[in-house]
C-alpha cells in the first residue's frame, strides 16, 4: 500500500494545499520527484495520497468535467460543487474504487477545505490531513491552528506539518509541493530538502 502526506489549511483570503514528494510502493521508493498536488481549476486545487496513477486519472477526470460545467454555466464552478462532483464519481466506482484521499481547498465567498476518501465521502473543515503520515500532520496542525491565520502563518504551519510526519513516516519525504488559493488565483511552489 502506498503511503503519503497531503494537507489542507484555510487560511483569511484562501487556502493552501500541500504535499510531499516521494513515491512509495511498500517499502520501496519508486520515486523522489513524486507530484501529488493538482490545479482543477483558477480557484480550486487538490492534495492526494494513495496510488499515483489512480489520483492522477481522477484529477484529470474531475478537471475536464469541471471545464465542461463552466463552459455551460458561463461561471466558475465553486468549490463545494467540485468536491460534489468528485464525491459523486468516485461513489459511482465504489466497487472498484480509486486508491486515493483528497483534500480539496478552494475559494468561493471564503476559504474552504473538504476531505474525500476512497468511496466518495466528504467532509468540509478548516483543515485536514491524509495518508499514512497524516497522524503526524494533523496533531502539529491542532496544536498551531487558529481561525484568520495570514497566508504566511498557513503555508509555514503545512510545512511543518509535512516535516513532522516525514520524520516519522517512511512513505512520506523528499519535498514538499506547496499550492496556494486565493481569490486572484494559484501559485505553486516547491520546497526541496
Not at 495520497?49 to 460545467?69: F, P
Not at 484568520?148 to 509541493?177: T, V, W, Y
Amino acid at each position: 500500500m502506498p503511503g503519503a502526506t497531503a494537507v489542507g489549511i484555510a487560511f483569511k483570503g484562501g487556502v493552501v494545499v500541500a504535499a510531499e514528494k516521494r513515491v512509495t510502493y511498500g517499502t520501496y521508493v519508486v520515486s523522489k520527484t513524486g507530484r501529488k498536488v493538482f490545479k482543477i481549476s483558477d480557484k480550486v486545487g487538490a492534495a492526494c495520497a494513495g496510488l499515483i496513477g489512480d489520483m492522477q486519472v481522477l484529477m484529470r477526470e474531475i478537471s475536464a468535467y469541471v471545464k465542461i460545467r463552466e463552459l455551460e454555466m458561463r461561471r466558475e464552478l465553486p468549490p463545494n460543487s467540485v468536491a460534489k462532483l468528485l464525491s459523486v464519481i468516485m461513489f459511482e466506482r465504489r466497487f472498484a474504487p480509486f486508491i486515493t484521499q483528497i483534500v480539496i481547498g478552494g475559494v468561493d465567498d471564503k476559504p474552504l477545505v473538504y476531505v474525500l476518501d476512497p468511496l466518495g465521502s466528504i467532509i468540509p473543515d478548516k483543515y485536514a490531513s491524509v495518508g499514512s503520515g497524516a497522524e503526524m500532520a494533523i496533531g502539529v496542525i491542532e496544536n498551531e491552528y487558529t481561525d484568520n491565520m495570514s497566508e504566511d502563518a498557513a503555508k509555514n504551519l503545512a510545512i511543518k506539518s509535512i516535516k513532522s510526519s516525514i520524520q516519522r513516516d517512511a512513505a512520506s519525504g523528499d519535498g514538499i509541493d506547496i499550492m496556494i488559493v486565493t481569490q486572484s488565483g494559484i501559485r505553486e511552489e516547491t520546497i526541496k530538502f
